[in-house]
């Protein structure tokens, strides 16, 4: 009996260390480090290493799959090489992250490489420039980075099998990606719209599979690649007619070009739950089309989200309300401007963008002035910014009803409306309906067209 106790426990313990060799320690020390955590984010994982106060961190993680990982560290990001039973320690000054990051332990001289790498792209891809090459040109800059690559790993003695089998992988994928891209960047580059690359410049690509659901699960390259692939078949189909809605081509095209599966699955869920979809008209096609897919329940939901919010703000609906402070520290709400049709700009002090659109409001306030249209203007900023607002709406001699919402981003009005992002246009008729949820911006000729569509209808309603 004894000795069978005794043989048990050594089994046990055999087992945990088998099952430790399994785990991969990740280590470290961050100077000028302000952040009390560190992650590492990878093959669907996420994990969260906490930093003492002298900026070391450890721990061990039981992660699924070897390949590339993200570490990030505050704001800053990098690619990483983990194995299942290696080691990596990472140093890093925070305040220089690309140019210091240094690593040691079993997996030392992969990622030394990795980091090495970062540095040579960022020295040498003007991409720009590289795009703007003739096709010989072009392509003989992608070789030449090829064999520099080459050289990297060579100095950083890498000699593992299987990293080198994925870099190798990797280094392809983002060599297609780049020619996929080239007819479209070319144009850019050198403002040649009517620029065909020649017969047989894809040639390289022809045994490329698009289709490898574990490369799609295992590479960012390869996932970006597939994005290409994709991109370049609907941007031929828009060229072909115009007048087709984005978002449905989208969704016809990989629903043409992928079985039901995980490919499939995620790249329609990551566009549809983003800004693939949107309150018009082919809302319900789209989301029907998507349904018909079979989605993983995680990924129905997601959509799910952005779907039940943006069936309530189609066309026709009656609007969200909202009651603002208005500059002049009166309130504003939306059933104060019936009885006209109301232009809204969601915008923010520190939105580039917003700003930009600032001169072409401006002009269509004008040219539509005393016309039945009032233009409303809802600041997202935060509480503490609210003199800036006053400041910026007083430079910038700014008209129209100036509201700050009531908070920020998180205002029922603006969750109501699934703002993403901004600026946000939106117009709602003289009955408080919704005309369009996502509406032209002032610098978009369409907006004048509806406008003065809009105003057309109620003349001739009031004519009747």
């Known amino acids: 009996m004894k000795y069978f106790i005794l043989s048990l426990v050594a089994i046990v313990i ?15 020390t ?15 994982e996420a994990y969260e290493l906490k930093v003492d106060k002298e900026g070391n961190f450890k721990d061990t993680l039981n992660i699924s ?10 704001r800053e990001r990098t690619t990483i090489y983990l194995e299942k039973g290696k080691t990596l320690n990472v140093t890093v000054n925070t305040d220089e992250f690309d140019e210091t990051i240094n690593y040691s332990g079993d997996l030392a001289n992969e990622n030394n490489y990795l980091a090495a790498k970062y540095l040579y792209n960022e020295a040498n891809r003007d991409m720009q420039s590289l795009y703007a090459k003739e096709e010989a040109q072009f392509k003989n800059a992608l070789s030449s980075s090829s064999k520099s690559y080459d050289s990297i790993l060579s100095a950083n003695n890498v000699t593992n099998t299987a990293f080198l089998e994925l870099e190798k992988d990797d280094i392809r994928y983002a060599e297609a990606g780049n020619i996929l891209n080239y007819e479209t960047y070319h144009k850019y580059a050198t403002k040649n719209d009517s620029f065909k690359v020649s017969e047989g410049f894809y040639s390289s690509l022809k045994d490329l599979n698009y289709k490898d659901t574990l490369a799609y699960k295992n590479s960012e390259v390869y996932r970006g690649l597939v994005a290409t692939h994709l991109n370049t078949i609907i941007s031929k189909k828009q060229e072909e007619d115009s007048t087709a809605n984005y978002s449905v081509t989208f969704v016809e095209t990989v629903n043409d070009e992928y079985a ?13 739950s983003g800004y693939g979809l949107r309150p018009d008209e082919h809302l319900e096609k789209i989301y029907s089309t998507y349904i018909s897919t079979n989605p993983t329940k995680e990924n129905l939901e997601k959509v799910n989200k ?15 309300e909202f009651s603002f402070e208005n500059i002049d520290g009166s309130t504003t ?12 700009d969601v915008w923010a002090t520190w939105c580039g963008p917003c700003i930009a659109e600032i001169p072409s409001l401006k002009q269509v306030e004008k040219d539509y002035h005393g016309q039945p249209v009032k233009f409303v203007s809802i600041s997202i900023d935060n509480e503490k910014d609210k003199q800036k607002w006053k400041a910026m709406i007083e430079e910038k001699d700014l008209q129209g009803i ?4 009531d908070n920020n981003w998180e205002s029922k009005f603006v969750q109501d409306y699934g703002i993403q992002g901004i600026p ?23 907006l004048r067209t509806k406008l003065d569509t809009c105003l057309l209808y109620t003349s001739d309603a009031a004519d009747d």
């Open 14 to 28: 055999v087992s945990c260390a088998t099952e430790n060799k399994q785990h991969t320690i990740v280590s470290g």
């Open 30 to 44: 961050l100077t000028n480090n302000s952040k009390d955590i560190v992650a590492v984010n990878g093959h669907g």
């Open 65 to 74: 799959a070897n390949g590339y990982y993200y570490f990030f560290a505050g």
């Open 260 to 272: 039901n599966g995980t490919i499939k699955d995620n790249v329609l869920t990551n566009y549809l």
């Open 306 to 320: 952005r779907y039940n919010v943006l069936k309530d703000i189609t066309p026709g609906k009656i609007s969200p």
């Open 333 to 344: 709400s939306l059933k104060d401007l019936s009885g006209n049709y109301v232009y809204i």
């Open 402 to 405: 100036q509201l700050f919402a």
């Open 424 to 446: 946000r246009f939106i117009l709602i008729d003289k009955k408080g309906h919704i005309v369009s949820a996502d509406a032209p911006r002032p610098s978009n000729p369409e």
